[in-house]
């Protein structure tokens, strides 16, 4: 399978507790996204990587949220002191400017679904 | 974000057609995307509009007003596996390459 994948796909935390979670974007891919997801709304926007660089961060993304890219290929992201309001899905994307449609499409991996305690 | 409006839920029968509609602010405006979502999965694409129009693939078309700021996704022959949330998701140029999605639409088809 070709596509983005997400490591884990659930995680279950007790509040105050740190977690890391990892996406490996399609190959080719050099943009990479991090959205999250609540019950019943769109993901947001959090961040979003072109290559290794951090290129644009959303207020959503408190000083607790960290994301890294260090080698231009996976990334993680980390929140710090997980609060109840974190629980959500965390959704990973990647796109490439030379997408063979000539439009640059966001395509989404699997997710993983936080609960925090 | 930037007020992106769809109708929460929507039912319809199988075999019939299903007209989801979707607005948003027209400042900066750099593309609509349509995305299908079922339940605990991720956003899987279906389909991309930059330019006024309609654009078909299959049983599947969108179309696009930008001076209005109104597209709606049209499905055909509706199935059972149609049953799950659509996102419309905007681009503007403002916010780079964040897509800005609308909370979606739950579509139930019946039999």
């Known amino acids: 399978d070709t596509g983005v994948s997400q490591d884990p796909r659930h995680k279950i935390t007790k509040r105050g507790q740190n977690v890391t979670f990892r996406c490996d974007p399609i190959s080719e891919h050099n943009r990479l996204y991090w959205y999250r997801q609540t019950l019943g709304q769109g993901p947001e926007f959090l961040t979003y990587f072109q290559n290794e660089a951090q290129l644009e961060k959303s207020r959503l993304l408190s000083d607790r949220f960290s994301a890294e890219r260090p080698k231009g290929s996976f990334s993680t992201l980390e929140i710090q002191r997980t609060e109840q309001g974190d629980s959500a899905m965390y959704l990973c994307?990647?796109?490439?400017?030379?997408?063979?449609?000539?439009?640059?499409?966001?395509?989404f991996g699997p997710g993983t679904r936080l609960l925090v305690l | 974000g930037q007020n992106i409006d769809q109708p929460t839920e929507m039912t319809a029968t199988e075999g019939a057609i299903v007209q989801i509609n979707c607005t948003y602010q027209?400042?900066?405006?750099?593309?609509l995307f349509w995305y299908q979502q079922h339940a605990g999965e991720a956003p899987t694409f279906l389909s991309y509009?930059?330019?006024?129009g309609l654009e078909e693939k299959g049983r599947f078309s969108s179309f696009l007003s930008r001076s209005k700021g109104y597209s709606y996704l049209l499905l055909k022959e509706l199935q059972m596996k149609d049953s799950a949330s659509y996102l419309c998701a905007v681009l503007y140029r403002n916010s780079g390459y964040a897509l800005n999605f609308g909370k979606g639409t739950s579509l139930l088809v019946t039999p």
């Open positions: 509009n930059v330019l006024d």
């Open positions: 994307a990647s796109s490439s400017p030379r997408d063979r449609s000539n439009q640059e499409t966001q395509y």
């Open positions: 027209t400042s900066g405006f750099n593309g």
